[in-house]
């Protein structure tokens, strides 16, 4: 599975972005798909997933301001950031898993810059 990640950018704080995570190589629909992040000196941490049924979930510090969503008839997995914090500044990563095959897949990272 190839992942390509794009939407990164610089935005203000309270400011919205849109990623998104175009996946190649396997059947979509039978994959988990999740978005992870990184901030500088910090581990990386799940920030919402959304499984092949459509089942989502979300870190405490991101609920009612990000959306994680799916088109599997575009193979793509989408999360809408809004009302965006500086400390939502990370590199965020696109992940998928294949339950059939219990494996992860990574993409390249893409920069989110929240600052004034």
């Known amino acids: 599975v190839q992942l390509q990640a794009s939407g990164g950018g610089l935005v203000q704080p309270g400011g919205s972005l849109s990623l998104s995570c175009v996946a190649s190589?396997?059947?979509?629909?039978?994959?988990?798909m999740g978005w992870y992040r990184q901030a500088p000196g910090k581990q990386r941490e799940l920030v919402a997933d959304?499984?092949?049924?459509?089942?989502?979930r979300y870190i405490e510090s991101v609920k009612g301001r990000f959306t994680v969503s799916r088109d599997n008839a575009k193979d793509t997995v989408f999360l809408q950031m809004n009302s965006l914090r500086p400390e939502d500044t990370a590199v965020y990563y696109c992940?998928?898993?294949?339950?059939?095959?219990?494996?992860?897949?990574w993409g390249k990272g893409t920069q989110v810059t929240v600052s004034s």
């Open positions: 992940n998928a898993y294949d339950p059939l095959r219990d494996i992860d897949y």
């Open positions: 190589g396997s059947i979509f629909r039978t994959l988990s």
């Open positions: 959304i499984t092949s049924s459509g089942g989502t």
